[in-house]
């Protein structure tokens, strides 16, 4: 079975065609059109903007997923959440070609999406899973005990994890995106140097709040004494670190109480090698009878191979939408 | 009287006004989040439906805060989250209040009343029953000229906990 995935939901303009044969899948194309050097100037996504970049990319980048193929088995496309203008532009192509190409069509969730991401290793997911979403928009625990079968456990109740790295870049002056350049920054920087508060860690919920710790990373830099030397390293691996802390306290916490055997790592800050590693470690050696999945590094960010693998098995289960049916949701949830 | 003498005149009646217009302003200091959300419940006790309210103010100056305050006063039981990644939360009030949507939104990124109209920001502006929440909104504000706008301004303080709301 082959399904073409397509994702727009909101700077990234990405088709992509997965196979998935004999219980195996394949990635036979993955393309990607990114419009973060656009968004970069304006430090965030403007919709408008965003909007006519899809337009301009959607076609050539559907065009390049399909390589030689004529038509594939069904049409997989991110309907939510996402900025409306941008999702948009990739379900209305969606259906176009679905009745051209009379296939049918598969509407995911974009957080689904980040969820399967790591399916793409063929590593199977045991059930009970718990799956760790984290990215500029999201902060989210899920609990699955079976595929497609999402119940929200905890999120955040301000701002996203992602959301608090592009703030506190900000803060410092670094370029946007924030994660990658205050990852980078931490590398140098010891992630002991300052005790950023670690918000909510004891609460006996699995919610998250990151918007605390920004504005202390902000107080932090707004008392510095003239600088003698560059702190900038520093803070950054230990507000890094405090993020880090509590994402993985909160998950251990919430996989020892529904003993989960498989714990799932998804979305862009998933990307972040502090977290991969000490989320990984935290399984290892807390978890003995569960095993952590994660992304490779290409699957981290927005991309349609992770939306074409949620169709794979919507189409296992005949989840299929008609393309007058089909419409975008903004606000969707899990 | 001469012109100079005029524009002389002129200048000093302007000061004057500015000063009472500034005297009218109320500022409030706040000690914590448990205030600016008190100050913000009292707030809403003002609000008749219809209000768009622009919040001025730097990255952690207590404006999502008062906004949070505004919902729970209103009686929003849903978590409040940020709006920086969707740009606009709309929350339904149910009970007996007459202000029935609560639209809280952040323009941080957007550039135009365009933006606003794509969001779909423009179905709530001038509805009785709607009350709108605009973080970031100073730089919309000559664009929306022709609309009633409340500003509120957000300082931070002296201390760590303090922040000065003025309205």
Redesign the interface.
């Given at each position: 079975m082959k399904i073409l995935g397509i994702e727009s939901s909101c700077d990234e303009t990405a088709a992509a065609l997965v196979d998935y044969t004999g219980g195996r899948f394949s990635v036979l194309s993955n393309v990607v059109a990114s419009q973060i050097e656009i968004h970069k100037k304006t430090k965030g996504v403007v919709p408008e903007v965003a909007a006519r970049c899809h337009v301009e990319a959607i076609i050539p980048v559907i065009k390049e997923a399909m390589q030689n193929e004529t038509k594939p088995d069904a049409i997989a496309i991110t309907k939510g959440p996402g900025l409306v203008t941008s999702l948009r532009i990739g379900v209305d192509t969606a259906r176009t070609l679905s009745f051209f190409w009379g296939v049918p069509m598969i509407g995911v969730n974009h957080l689904e999406g980040h969820i399967y991401a790591s399916v793409l290793q063929n590593t199977a997911i045991e059930f009970p899973a718990l799956c760790l979403v984290v990215s500029g928009g999201h902060t989210e625990l899920v609990l699955m005990k079976k595929h497609l079968d999402y119940k929200i456990i905890g999120e955040t109740r301000d701002d996203a994890a992602g959301e608090a790295f592009d703030k506190v870049a900000k803060i410092l002056d670094l370029g946007y995106p924030g994660g990658p350049e205050i990852s980078k920054l931490a590398k140098e920087g010891n992630p002991k140097a300052i005790d950023f508060p670690r918000p909510m860690i004891d609460s006996k919920d699995f919610d998250f709040s990151f918007s605390g710790l920004k504005t202390a990373v902000l107080y932090y830099v707004k008392n510095l004494k003239p600088k003698t030397y560059n702190l900038k390293p520093d803070i950054c691996a230990s507000f890094e670190q405090a993020v880090v802390d509590v994402l993985v306290a909160k998950t251990i916490c919430a996989a020892k109480k529904y003993k989960v055997k498989t714990v799932i790592l998804g979305g862009g800050v998933s990307a972040n090698q502090r977290l991969r590693d000490e989320l990984s470690k935290a399984v290892k050696n807390l978890l003995p009878t569960s095993h952590s999945l994660l992304p490779s590094l290409k699957y981290t960010t927005d991309n349609a191979a992770m939306i074409a693998t949620v169709g794979v098995f919507h189409a296992i289960n005949k989840n299929f939408i008609s393309w007058e049916k089909i419409d975008v949701d903004p606000n969707l949830s899990l | 009287m001469s012109i100079k003498k005029y524009k002389q005149r002129n200048k000093e009646t302007k000061k004057q006004r500015n000063k009472e217009i500034k005297k009218q302003r109320k500022e409030f200091e706040s000690h914590g989040e448990k205030e600016t959300r008190q100050y913000a419940a009292g707030f809403v006790k003002k609000l008749n439906g219809g209000e768009i309210l622009i919040l001025e103010g730097e990255?952690?100056s207590g404006k999502?805060t008062f906004v949070?305050g505004l919902g729970k006063a209103l009686g929003i039981k849903k978590?409040?989250?940020?709006p920086?990644?969707?740009?606009m939360n709309v929350y339904k009030i149910s009970g007996k209040s007459k202000i029935k949507n609560f639209i809280h939104v952040d323009a941080?990124?957007?550039?135009?009343v365009?933006?606003l109209r794509?969001?779909?920001l423009f179905e709530y502006i001038g509805n009785k029953d709607t009350v709108i929440a605009i973080e970031w909104g100073e730089k919309l504000k000559s664009l929306f000229k022709k609309l009633d706008l409340i500003l509120i301004k957000f300082k931070?303080g002296e201390s760590?906990s303090c922040r000065l709301i003025i309205n």
């Open positions: - | 990255l952690g999502s949070r978590t409040m989250r940020s920086t990644f969707t740009l941080y990124r957007l550039c135009s365009q933006d794509n969001i779909g931070h760590e």
